[in-house]
């Protein structure tokens, strides 16, 4: 980054962002731009030499393109004082010279809401110089790779500003990704390069901006792979409250932690707690910033609670969580916050969780901020697009779907789903890499070419390897990718035998880099995309490529780092080739071919390891996602839910809810589970309200009897009631539809008990639904019914009674084992708002119009969804809106009938009746108790365990 604020183009950029910002943004056009560049020029004529003024007229567009949504906030302010003021910040200088930093590379309207989130995060902890004794817990959810670690690091420079004296920073398990987060907080906050040696500094990042020593910030750890805390670093800190603020930046592990809480009791603590007699710190107030809140911090150990609800003092905590804890617990001024982008295991942290040396559990009861990313962040939605209702859509043609790393059954092959360490990793019986993996190595060459082209050379470029867990296999990758570009180094360096390969190379980007671009660019995503040269202009750079291209092997044994800081002059060319390490935390950049193909179960776990989501300014275009059609699946069902979480969240906030009132609402899947059942000890025995929610049946049996008592109870059902509508209101008009309005709940709670949920599923439990209704029931709510049977498929016909015969639906199975298979998911929005008439569906529309502008990550290029979302319709029915009056007292159930899929072993004779609840939104508060099923030990530890 240093080499950022001395390169002339971004100097010029920085200076014009700040003369366009005086400007209305809609009179900022590339012929402005350029004006204002060349009035900078006149001033600063040597500059000319070196600048591509194109490329600097470019990267302004970009910039000025760019918007930002507003964060949403769940906040509880008991005991909390209101304290941050204009006048508290005139004088702050560590957030002027971060904030004067980030100007080079971010556009304005991204640094404004920098701003913005870190001030409400700042204020919603306590007053650093506030007397007395105060904690405060909080969880900050972002985006996957959508900047986290830049707003902590805004949050850092304004607390040390506003008085912290003590900063820890939880920096992930390992030592390569505790080094990263050390040397972008080296940059970042401290503004000079931390090594083992004090003597050695070195002014980088802000310290350039601002190099006054008088407030330089002091270190306990520094940037080399072993540059954790330790005893022996940590003999001669002297800390006092005249002194500057301290930086800890440290991973999540037992030996690190005991040794620095161990520090802090025998030479920070300065008093004696009166009724335990144990050591605290009083006259320094601490920040703990937890990254990668999710991982390792939560307590997996279960807790007991007594019939009031009052925790087991006695509990022992899991390792890293007590440890952090009893941190905490020392300081009498405190205050957590957390960072991640799936926030699942910590809300599932009970809030009264407490023992008595740890103090409270690190559940977030003080805020929940929801972090809006900018139009310019690449997220999930944008990948694989977002689902309408009726399909999915709107996702960028950026995704090549895999089929030759295994054979048809996933049993062998080059790298099966399923593999042991001792796997070797074979192509027709031979060592070598598959056609696909050649072709993604292939596209990373060129892509480097093109950014050369573009004027990025200097930037880096990486390509990611994500195929297996264990380190011997990756070994046996890391030697076929080698000897892949060995061969074509030879071939084009040397000129012998060069024909094939050229042609290959020219026809992959005549006829896929190009095309692709030409697609993006057409609609309507022309900032997204770039010229791409011609064939000869590319064929003159390939062995510069070619030459600077390096293959890392990033894991526990592994010596190699990405040492990008090294190469920030020249740009580093890797291809990177690991497994969990890069999973989670650490980043690529410049990240441009990802080659997936690893698999989990878990929800936080499978969208941690996209790590190709992110910022990717000129060169979206040449991205490429190599990966399964299983895990495209995958991914769009996690997108489908973390959207629904987000607007589930946001319509919280409109509420005035706080974080205890929180509930998480994720849609049930046969096969991804929320999160670790380990991480979820609070949750075996859950306490769950379904209103506001939408439950359906996608884990279902292949017993042919059980299947025929379902059927049963569905056509008892039927017979049970009057003439039926031919078709639903609304949105979701269809003649295929049978509707019956204001059933009795009696029918509805019949059936459920009658009907046989798989034990397998998640949520939908029949005898739990049935025991919530009943109890909404005695509230006055859930009275009445909707019913609906949902036909109009390509299968074949079902007669329920004489009058009422549908056209079965087909769905694939997603899985299928024992007596159960799986499908997607069963039922789509307009189903949800079958019992909205024309006034509710607009408001539900309009409801979700209004959540997706708050965090431009949903938009599709600006576009706004046309069909209402489930979060809004159930809100819409439950609470009503102006004209629209809420229905708590209706219910909605929707009966699908199922063709039974060949491959699980049924007939047509066999059909599966499967069924979908949506609740309307509601503030009774009523929950029962839900036994979460035990799953197969070996299942969570295949995707949680790790050989590295």
């Not at 020029?41 to 760019?66: G, K």
């Not at 110089?129 to 969880?139: H, I, K, P, S, V």
């Not at 359906?696 to 017979?719: H, Q, S, Y």
Request: hydrophobic fraction near 35%; proline fraction near 5%; charge should be negative.
């Amino acid at each position: 980054m240093d080499s950022q604020v001395n390169n002339p183009l971004l100097k010029v950029v920085k200076m014009a962002q700040s003369l366009l910002e005086e400007e209305d943004r809609s009179a900022v056009t590339p012929s402005r731009i350029a004006e204002k560049i060349e009035l900078i020029l006149m001033m600063q004529p040597s500059w000319r030499l070196d600048l591509d003024v194109e490329a600097a007229v470019a990267e302004l567009v970009r910039r000025f393109s760019v918007w930002v949504g507003e964060s949403a906030v769940l906040r509880d302010d008991s005991g909390h004082q209101d304290w941050l003021v204009a006048s508290r910040k005139k004088d702050w200088r560590y957030w002027q010279r971060y904030r004067d930093w980030l100007e080079v590379k971010l556009p304005s309207a991204a640094i404004e809401e920098l701003d913005r989130t870190t001030d409400d995060i700042l204020g919603l902890l306590e007053d650093p110089t506030r007397e007395g004794g105060w904690d405060r817990r909080g969880l900050v959810v972002g985006h996957v790779q959508s900047g986290k670690t830049g707003n902590y690091t805004g949050l850092i420079c304004k607390a040390a500003d506003a008085g912290y004296k003590i900063v820890i920073v939880l920096a992930g398990l390992h030592n390569n990704l505790r080094s990263q987060t050390q040397v972008r907080l080296d940059e970042g906050f401290l503004g000079y390069e931390t090594a083992p040696n004090p003597d050695d500094l070195s002014l980088a990042g802000v310290g350039l901006i601002d190099r006054d020593p008088s407030i330089r910030p002091n270190y306990a750890t520094n940037r080399s792979n072993s540059g954790d805390f330790t005893p022996r670093g940590s003999r001669n800190l002297g800390i006092s409250p005249e002194q500057r603020p301290w930086l800890f930046v440290v991973k999540k592990n037992k030996t690190v932690l005991d040794r620095l809480l161990r520090w802090v009791r025998n030479h920070v603590a300065d008093a004696d707690d009166p009724e335990t007699g144990r050591k605290v710190v009083t006259h320094l107030p601490l920040l703990i910033v937890d990254d990668e809140a999710d991982h390792a911090s939560v307590d997996t150990g279960e807790q007991v609670y007594d019939e009031g609800g009052r925790p087991d003092p006695e509990h022992e905590p899991t390792t890293i969580n007590r440890l952090i804890r009893r941190i905490l617990n020392t300081f009498t001024r405190s205050a957590y916050v957390g960072y991640t982008a799936t926030p699942f295991a910590n809300i599932f942290i009970h809030d009264r969780g407490r023992t008595a040396d740890e103090g409270p559990d690190l559940f977030p009861s003080a805020f929940i901020i929801n972090l809006a990313a900018p139009s310019s962040y690449v997220g999930p939605a944008r990948i694989f697009g977002i689902n309408d209702g009726t399909q999915r859509s709107g996702g960028l043609p950026l995704v090549r779907h895999v089929t030759d790393h295994a054979s048809a059954d996933g049993s062998a092959g080059w790298m099966p789903l399923r593999h042991k360490s001792t796997h070797t990793a074979l192509v027709d019986g031979v060592p070598g890499l598959p056609a696909s993996l050649k072709e993604a190595i292939e596209a990373f060459i060129l892509v480097c070419a093109v950014r050369i082209r573009r004027g990025q050379g200097s930037e880096h470029s990486s390509m990611l390897v994500h195929v297996t867990r264990f380190t011997n296999v990756q070994q046996q990758v890391v030697a076929q990718i080698e000897e892949h570009v060995r061969h074509i180094k030879q071939r084009l360096l040397r000129g012998i035998d060069d024909g094939v390969i050229r042609a290959r190379l020219r026809r992959l980007l005549e006829e896929e880099i190009a095309s692709t671009s030409s697609r993006i660019a057409a609609s309507g995503g022309r900032a997204d995309a770039g010229t791409i040269p011609d064939w000869a202009d590319v064929e003159t750079l390939l062995p510069q490529v070619l030459s600077d291209l390096e293959i890392r092997m990033i894991n526990g044994t592994a010596k190699d780092a990405l040492d990008y800081v090294e190469h920030s002059h020249t740009g580093l060319k890797v291809i990177a080739v690991g497994g969990d390490k890069l999973a989670r935390g650490l980043t690529l950049e410049g990240l441009c071919i990802s080659y997936f193909l690893r698999s989990a179960r878990m929800y936080d776990t499978l969208m941690q390891m996209g790590r190709w989501f992110g910022y990717r300014p000129g060169y979206l275009d040449l991205c490429r996602l190599y990966t399964t059609s299983e895990l495209t699946d995958w991914f769009g069902h996690i997108t489908d839910a973390a959207e629904e979480l987000r607007e589930e969240f946001d319509l919280m906030v409109a509420s005035g809810a706080t974080p205890k009132q929180y509930g998480l609402k994720v849609q049930s899947h046969p096969v991804l589970m929320v999160t670790s059942r380990i991480k979820m000890r609070a949750a075996r025995s859950l306490m769950l309200s379904f209103s506001g929610q939408v439950l359906e049946t996608t884990a279902l049996f292949r017993d042919p009897a059980i299947l025929g008592k379902n059927l049963d109870a569905t056509r008892d059902l039927v017979v049970s009631l009057g003439e039926p509508e031919r078709q639903g209101n609304g949105g979701a008009q269809s003649s295929s539809r049978c509707v019956w309005r204001g059933v009795e709940h009696g029918a509805i709670l019949d059936f459920l008990g009658r009907y046989r949920t798989h034990p397998d599923a998640y949520k939908v439990s029949s005898p739990h639904i049935a025991e919530f209704i009943q109890s909404m029931v005695s509230r006055g709510e859930l009275t009445r019914w909707t019913i609906a049977l949902i036909g109009g498929g390509a299968g074949g016909s079902l007669t329920l009674r004489p009058d009422v015969t549908l056209s079965m639906l087909t769905r694939s199975p997603r899985s299928s084992s024992g007596n159960r298979y799986s499908i997607g998911r069963l039922l789509s929005p307009p189903d949800e708002a079958m019992d909205l008439d024309g006034a509710g569906w607009d408001a539900a529309l309009a409801l979700t119009r209004e959540m997706w502008r708050s965090d431009p990550a949903r938009l599709q290029d600006g576009r706004e969804p046309d069909v209402p979302s489930g979060p809004a319709i159930r809100r819409i029915r439950g609470f009503g809106a102006p004209g629209v009056p809420a229905r708590r007292d209706t219910g909605l159930l929707l009966i699908y009938a199922l063709d039974p899929p060949k491959e699980i072993g049924l007939t047509r004779d066999d059909p599966v009746v499967a069924f979908g609840i949506s609740f309307p939104g509601s503030d009774a508060g009523v929950k029962v108790e839900y036994k979460v099923n035990s799953v197969m030990v070996r299942e969570w530890e295949s995707d949680y365990g790790s050989s590295e």
